[in-house]
């Protein structure tokens, strides 16, 4: 059992898994005896609209609802879900975000006024995140999933990269059985290798600024 709360907030749009992603790691948690609530938002999730997940961890936790400038990490499958949610990560906390973007149909509407407006990019998003914290990894999860076999797993590549933190209380093998347990059968093998992938990569990208296992 955690000693103090961990918070994660998720973030993406309709349609990337969030909710299976938060449905493992709560499976996780149940299984390895460790105390966590969710809160979901799904808002027009099914349009690709944005939707997000609050997921507390710890003895103490009542609320499922993190507080401004309380969580520990942000998990984002969408580049700019994390600009928009940033002013609930602590200073100094970790962010993890897919290197993708699905632009709004308000910034596309704009553009057709406006033939020489920019989208934002990623690097954009990651220029202003660094005004909170420096602890940023950008994965290519995309990219990753579908090495591991179907661009699918986006989401599980992100959850690998997630458990490399040493402040993230979840043992890596009750997530991998969590993974068994709520993916169908025939995709559990591209799964479990999405999430090492995304593991790697994070290792790569995060173990010479932060704590990992």
Partial sequence: MPE?????YLSGVGGQGLVLLSNIIGSACAAAGIRAITG???GLSQRSGSI???LRIGPEVISPLIPVGGADA???LDSLEALRYVEYLRPGGVVLMNDRIQHPTIETAAHTKDKVAKYMSVEDVKERLTKVTDKIAVIDAMKLAAEAGTSLTENVVMLGALSTLE????????LKRS???NVPKKAVEVNLKAFDLG????HDLLCNIVKCR
Wanted: without cysteine; charged residues 30%.
């Fill in 40 to 42: 979901e938002q799904h």
């Fill in 4 to 8: 103090k709360e961990f918070s994660i």
């Fill in 74 to 76: 942000i998990l984002s």
């Fill in 167 to 174: 402040a993230f209380p979840v043992p890596e093998d009750a």
């Fill in 199 to 202: 593991k790697k990569a994070a």
């Fill in 179 to 181: 993974i068994e347990e």
């Fill in 52 to 54: 997000n997940v609050h």
